[in-house]
């Protein structure tokens, strides 16, 4: 099995999410675990929902916007899908019910219960897509499988519970190949409660599904040709890199290179799992 991650930058209108199934189009005979972020700029904008929730700040007229570009986009990349569809907004409305009530004591925890959707979201249009387009696949909560503790906005996985969990998913899900589509950036706890991993956690979740599963490989698909030795945009003369080793791609990160989020390396290299960035 191959972990594939596609950020929100790859799936922020149709188009991206039809270059999706053309991607995975290159790939026919390979079970795949799909890792998606929230849309675009969908996690920017719940955050200002949840601090309008917290403020009593009235947020419907921002929650209609994302549900309107969600179910825009979903038309389009699988027009008639009624199921879909209704999925979609079953989702939203139980989010503007949450919204309709009184904020708890914890403002981090309300955060996770909120923007988290950004991927349940996208993560369904996205399935919905790949079936359209003849890419047999199934949607799998990703807070069924990773548990963590309640360190609501930078939750710490329990790579036991983890793993227990994620045991049995390939034999559940039907077909050949496998494919599956999840969310990054979210988790849950013991109890029952969706947490978050942190801004741009998603390819840390990528990361996570391979230790759990085994992975052979994780790719992180982007729009940039790979890892460069500085900042391209910054410095005239660098260098694509081909190949690097755990340890300098983990300096590389933690010293600002933003292709990688810092902590996605160390389950992988606990395994020896390589990590590949492609176009
Ligand atoms: N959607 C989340 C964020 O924007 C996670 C991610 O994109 O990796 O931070
Ligand atoms: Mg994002």
Not at 221 to 230: L, Q, R, S, T, Y
Request: hydrophobic share 40%.
């Amino acid at each position: 099995m191959k972990v594939f991650k596609f950020g929100g930058a790859s799936v922020k209108d149709a188009a991206g999410v039809r270059n999706v199934a053309n991607v995975l189009r290159h790939f026919p005979n390979d079970d795949l675990l799909i890792v998606v972020s929230a849309m675009g700029k969908t996690t920017n904008a719940l955050e200002e929902v949840v601090w309008g929730f917290c403020d009593g700040v009235p947020v419907a007229e921002k929650m209609e916007a994302l549900r309107k570009s969600h179910l825009t986009v979903l038309a389009e990349a699988a027009p008639n899908d009624v199921a879909a569809a209704a999925e979609l907004v079953l989702h939203f409305d139980r989010l503007n019910t949450f919204l309709k009530g009184k904020p708890s004591e914890s403002v981090d925890r309300d955060y996770d219960q909120i923007v988290s959707q950004g991927e349940i979201w996208s993560t369904l249009i996205v399935s919905a897509h790949l079936k359209h387009a003849g890419l047999s696949n199934a949607w799998v909560d990703a807070r069924t499988i990773v548990r963590t503790d309640d360190t609501y906005r930078s939750a710490r996985v329990d790579w036991d519970l983890s793993e227990r969990r994620a045991g049995g998913l390939l034999n559940e899900v039907p077909g050949s190949p496998k494919r599956i589509v999840t969310q990054g950036f979210i988790g849950f706890n013991a109890e029952g409660d969706t947490t978050t991993l942190g801004r741009e956690g998603s390819d840390f979740s990528a990361a996570i599904f391979a230790y759990l599963l085994d992975a052979e490989s994780v790719t992180i698909w982007k729009d940039v040709p790979g890892m460069f030795n500085a900042d391209p945009k910054r410095f005239p003369d660098t260098k694509l890199l081909s190949h690097i080793s755990y340890k300098e791609a983990i300096e590389l990160s933690y010293f600002g290179a933003s292709v990688i989020h810092p902590r996605t390396l160390q389950p992988l290299q606990r395994k020896s799992i390589p990590l590949y960035v492609r176009s």
